[in-house]
């Protein structure tokens, strides 16, 4: 053993393995041996052979304090957190045991387990434990406990870690890098940044401190500075994830192909040439550049790529958004309820993580009382969430329902945000509290009925927001939609159930509030669709027929220009207008010169199809199968103008327009189109669109109904507004 040790000493593993079998072969029951091979076949990754030597070891001697140490030490190494626990406390129920190292370790455990309360009580007796000899073995466990108290969102405790260690060592970086982090977790990034500019100065070879750096900078809206830390990051650590942080800086700075270009870097040198993360975010910017050759070619792989991680349980690394506008147009659709499956899965095992439990008790509804509903969302300010909503809480009727608004974002006091707040009963600003405490919150108001307005959209997804609904802290969970978005043949596409508006189920609040006009962007274009309008434009003469197109952004314009001078020849400069994107204030009165709106196949316009329509602009749609595909058709029918505008085929799509057009060049006004004109005047003001009173009403028919339901006991089932349920 001797000679073992040595050889240890050395690092010489391959002869030092040699040594302890023949100790074996000398000594049989002699446990240490079999200890020390099981440490270095973990070391090998040869995990099964570790297992059988240290459970050898652990028969010659069950109680001795170091072979249950190693033992502990390995099945850590394996993944058996309990095991590594329970060997961790029977070696300290030995006096030899009691060691800083194995308190140490044992809050390691503890805390990978997501017992932190346990792993900050192993580092504090760990810490008692300290003598002047203790050196690195004191940082080590300070740094462990200032991690731990950062998981527990115990900040103020996690900086007196940190500091505490760099007060013994002002130059260790890797503790102004663990204080970076937590003051960004805290919500202090600017401190934040300073710091990791101190951890890159003790240590400029440090790449995690450029990392999240760049990462700081990027959620500071500072993109430009991001892409500088994150280029020396990808020279410090060429790996996938430095790669897939750069792509994101070019992409957030309008650098649109040296994103995708950066996030196939990534792909290249990931193991296999997987990585779905800058797999997905390269077809964003592909779609978002219009640029659909290499988009269709990319798209080969993705329903392998998708398929193989909701096989192996991995996150999919694509938002259901982006599933959206993907699938259905190069897979089949049907995939994209396994992807949002996905999406709500993982929100559920966040919740596992972390050591919560969802919420089993909930409020039940006393006689008398009124009925609680919450409506929560990111979006309660100048964002669209809040503008389609500023009109809905003073409209609920109060002697029935108790209405909560929470925040998830605050603003700066715009007067959106203002509406919001002195037109609902109850508005309550969440934007500090993490998922845990504001569904703690949202559970002790004993809020019946809780309505996510984000989805999985924008904020919901980007701050993981998903998860307060996934711990369950109001009674009923149903999906809103109406039976043109959603019709009752299609129920069977939803894991949820539904409650179907008999009208349009997107509140719009321009009729009480007025509006702007947003012109929609490219993510919902695709190549289809973009053919179309030009056949469009192929049957209708250059002096009377004028796509306006934004310029948003730029970088797609000479892609989409390349497939109109294919299609029309030199005269395609002349046939498209660009045009920026306008200030508020102009949207409304700009964008109604237009003759008509041609609506997008994939994602229809939601907002910006309610603003364009209010603007009395007549809009073209063809529906879909997935509901994002039927908005449009929706919020036609809310004006009764379902059966002039909403097309069967894409062919159908372009007659409308076509005929439309035809008859305004031959007579210089259309009497079609200024039937729809009128009739679309008309509806803006009597029709259940902009009709936010309506709205309300089928809010609270439905919420009663499903309440109702509840409270007879029955399951879940989906609820037609009209007043038959299926």
Not at 352 to 369: D, E, I, L, N, T
Not at 557 to 564: S, T, V
Not at 674 to 681: E, H, N
Request: glycine share 6%; charged share 20%; with cysteine.
């Amino acid at each position: 053993m001797e000679a073992a040790n040595n050889l240890a000493a050395s690092r010489r593993t391959r002869e030092e393995s040699r040594c302890l079998q023949r100790a074996i072969q000398l000594s049989p029951r002699h446990p240490e041996p079999f200890a020390r091979l099981a440490e270095i076949a973990v070391t090998d990754g040869q995990h099964l052979q570790a297992r059988e030597y240290v459970e050898q070891a652990q028969r010659l001697s069950p109680t001795s304090s170091k072979v249950l140490s190693i033992s502990a030490a390995i099945y850590y190494s394996l993944g058996d957190l309990q095991r590594s626990v329970a060997d961790y406390e029977a070696a300290m129920l030995q006096q030899d045991g009691l060691t800083m190292h194995n308190f140490n370790n044992l809050g390691i455990s503890y805390a990978a387990s997501n017992q932190h309360a346990s792993a900050v009580r192993s580092y504090k007796s760990a810490l008692r434990l300290w003598t002047p000899e203790s050196g690195m073995m004191t940082t080590s466990i300070l740094l462990n406990l200032g991690n731990t108290f950062v998981d527990l969102r115990r900040f103020s405790e996690a900086f007196a870690s940190y500091r505490r260690i760099l007060h013994l060592d002002p130059s260790y970086a890797i503790a102004h890098y663990s204080l970076a982090r937590a003051l960004d977790r805290a919500g202090n990034p600017l401190e934040a940044l300073s710091v990791y500019r101190q951890a890159t100065m003790a240590d400029p070879y440090l790449p995690h401190a450029y990392s999240n750096m760049g990462i700081t900078l990027l959620n500071q809206n500072r993109p430009n500075d991001a892409v500088k830390v994150l280029e020396y990051a990808v020279r410090l650590r060429p790996i996938s994830a430095e790669f897939d942080n750069l792509g994101d800086a070019y992409g957030d700075s309008t650098r649109y192909e040296d994103a995708i270009a950066t996030y196939q870097k990534a792909i290249d040198v990931a193991p296999n040439r997987i990585y779905p993360k800058s797999y997905y975010s390269q077809l964003h910017y592909l779609i978002h550049t219009c640029n659909f050759d290499r988009l269709r070619e990319a798209c080969e792989n993705l329903e392998n790529t998708l398929s193989w991680e909701l096989q192996t349980g991995q996150e999919s690394g694509m938002t259901p958004v982006e599933a959206l506008v993907l699938i259905g147009t190069y897979t089949d659709h049907s995939l994209f309820l396994r992807v949002a499956r996905n999406f709500a899965t993982r929100s559920l095992a966040r919740v596992k993580q972390a050591g919560w439990v969802p919420f089993s008790k909930h409020a039940r509804m006393k006689p008398g009382k009124r009925l609680r509903i919450g409506y929560i969302s990111g979006g309660f300010r100048h964002h669209p969430d809040g503008k389609n909503m500023q009109g809905v809480f003073e409209q609920h009727d109060r002697s029935r329902f108790e209405v909560f608004c929470f925040s998830l974002k605050r603003d700066h006091g715009t007067p959106v945000q203002r509406k919001l707040q002195s037109t609902c009963e109850h508005f309550l600003d969440y934007t500090d509290l993490d998922n845990y405490h504001a569904a703690s919150q949202v559970n002790q108001l004993g809020i019946h009925v809780l309505f996510d307005v984000n989805g999985y959209t924008g904020e919901g997804v980007r701050q993981q927001r998903n998860i307060i609904l996934a711990l369950s802290p109001a009674k009923l969970q149903y999906l809103v939609s109406d039976k043109v978005a959603s019709p009752p043949e299609f129920v069977q596409d939803y894991s949820e159930k539904l409650l179907l508006w008999p009208h349009c189920y997107f509140p719009s609040d321009l009729r009480q509030s007025g509006g702007e006009i947003r012109l929609p962007k490219v993510l919902g274009l695709s190549k289809r669709l973009f053919l179309t309008w030009m056949d469009i434009l192929r049957r209708t003469t250059e002096h009377h027929t004028t796509l306006w197109l934004p310029l948003f952004p730029d970088v797609a314009k000479p892609q989409l220009m390349r497939i109109a001078r294919a299609k029309l020849g030199k005269n395609a400069t002349t046939r498209i207008v660009w045009t920026n994107l306008f200030d508020e204030s102009e949207h409304l009165q700009v964008k109604s010169l237009a003759t008509m709106q041609l609506d997008t196949f994939l994602y229809c316009g939601h907002t910006s199809g309610a603003d364009i329509l209010w603007a009395g602009v007549p809009t073209v749609t063809l529906p879909g199968i997935m509901q994002s595909a039927r908005v449009g058709a929706s919020l036609l029918k809310g004006l009764s103008l379902h059966g002039h505008l909403v097309a069967r085929t894409a062919e159908d799509y372009a007659d409308v327009v076509v005929r439309a057009i035809r008859s305004l060049q031959a007579s210089g006004e259309s009497k079609w189109l200024s039937s729809v004109r009128a009739k679309l005047a008309t509806e803006k003001q009597s029709g259940s669109l902009f009709d936010v009173s309506k709205w309300v009403k089928s809010m609270e028919s439905a919420v009663s109904m499903a309440w109702d339901i509840d409270s007879f006991s029955l399951n879940p089932r989906n609820v037609i507004i009209s007043g038959h349920v299926f």
